[in-house]
C-alpha cells in the first residue's frame, strides 16, 4: 500500500472514532415508534398547546415538530414505568432489546441527555438536546456536543484512554475487528493532528480547529428525519 492509501486510510478510521453516537440517536427518531406500538395513558405528560409553544419559542423546532416528539417521548417514558420520564432501562430496552445490558455508548448518550442529573430524562431535555441534531442548529452547537460525548471524566479534556474506550465500544457494537496495533495507531494519529499543544489530551479549543479540519466528523451531526417535519 502507497502513503497516499495509507493516509487515507487512516483518516477514514479516525472519523470512524468520532462518529459513533449519531446512528443510535436516528434510531432514537426513526425507530421508537415501531419498538412501541402500544398505546398507554400518559398521566404526567399533559401539555397544553401553550406548554408546546413555550418549548418551541427556546429551540429551532416548530411547535408541530414538538408535539410530534412529544409523542415519541410517551412512547419511550411508558416503556417499562410510566411516570412521564425516560429511565435508562427504558433507554436500554428500546435501542438493545434489553434493559439490562451494559452500554458505555448508551451511557454516555444517556448522561448528555440527562442534563439536570437526577436519574431521568424529562421532556424538555429531550426537546433540548436533539434541537443540537436539528438541521439549522450551529455548527458550534455540535461541536460541543461531540466534544461532551468524549469527554467521559467531564475533566474539559478529551484523554487518550477516554478516547480508546470510546472506541472499543464502537467495534464492539458494530461488530468490526482491528487489530490493538491498528487501534494504538489510529488513537496516535488523531492526538498527533488534534492535540496542538503536545499535552497528551485535546482540549475545547483544539478540539474544534480539529473538527473543522475535518467536517466529516460532523456530516452525521444533522438529523435527516427532521427535514420531513
Request: glycine letters at 2%; aromatic letters at 10%; a negative charge.
Amino acid at each position: 500500500m502507497d502513503s497516499s492509501s495509507s493516509s487515507l486510510a487512516i483518516s477514514e478510521r479516525i472519523c470512524a472514532v468520532f462518529i459513533p453516537l449519531i446512528g443510535i440517536i436516528q434510531s432514537v427518531v426513526l425507530s421508537f415508534t415501531a419498538c412501541f406500538d402500544h398505546h398507554l395513558p400518559h398521566k404526567k405528560l399533559q401539555y397544553t398547546i401553550d406548554d408546546l409553544r413555550k418549548i418551541a419559542s427556546k429551540t429551532l423546532f416548530t411547535v408541530n415538530e414538538v408535539e410530534a416528539l412529544l409523542d415519541l417521548f410517551k412512547k419511550l417514558s411508558s416503556s417499562i414505568i410510566d411516570d412521564g420520564l425516560i429511565h435508562k432501562e427504558e433507554l436500554k430496552l428500546a435501542l438493545l432489546k434489553t434493559p439490562a445490558s451494559d452500554n458505555l455508548i448508551l451511557d454516555r448518550l444517556f448522561a448528555l441527555f440527562d442534563e439536570k442529573k437526577n436519574g431521568a430524562i424529562e421532556f424538555e431535555e429531550f426537546v433540548h438536546v436533539l434541537n443540537v441534531f436539528h438541521p439549522r442548529a450551529p455548527l458550534e452547537a455540535k461541536i460541543d456536543f461531540a466534544f461532551r460525548l468524549y469527554d467521559l471524566r467531564q475533566t474539559g479534556f478529551i484523554e487518550r484512554e477516554e478516547v480508546r474506550q470510546m472506541l472499543n465500544a464502537i467495534l464492539m457494537e458494530s461488530e468490526l475487528q482491528i487489530s490493538a496495533e491498528s487501534l494504538e495507531l489510529i488513537i496516535d494519529k488523531t492526538f498527533a493532528d488534534a492535540d496542538a499543544d503536545r499535552d497528551g489530551r485535546i482540549n475545547k479549543v483544539e478540539w474544534k480547529a480539529f473538527a473543522t479540519q475535518h467536517p466529516n466528523l460532523l456530516k452525521n451531526m444533522t438529523l435527516p428525519y427532521l427535514r420531513f417535519w
